[in-house]
């Protein structure tokens, strides 16, 4: 998926499937810092979007997964799914479709 998700479904799909990109990576390289913030980050994002939930601001504050893929991990193709998961969350609003 090359393309922001347009609903909470596809969202929670590529941030699925990032989340076991970063799990393979970091068993590769366990000494990894960056990998460890980023899989830390998205655990955090899992927990908070379960059912549906859009992050509060403060919650969304508190995510820099996006800019660390772009400084540190550009060089693995998970590194664009994290630029997607980062720009919608930081535009996710109460007009975002539940469901495709």
Known sequence: MHRLPKSFEE????????????????KEDPS?????VVQRQLEALHG???????????????????H????????????????NLSTFVIYWDESTPMTS
Do not use: C
């Open 68 to 83: 660390i893929a772009s400084r540190a991990l550009d060089f693995y193709p998970v590194a664009r799914d994290l630029y």
């Open 11 to 26: 969202f929670d799909a590529l941030l699925t499937k990032a989340r076991a990109e970063l799990d393979e990576h970091a």
């Open 32 to 36: 990894d810092n960056a990998i460890t």
């Open 48 to 66: 908070w979007t379960r059912g549906g939930r859009r992050p509060a601001q403060s919650e969304k504050d508190q995510l820099n997964f996006g």
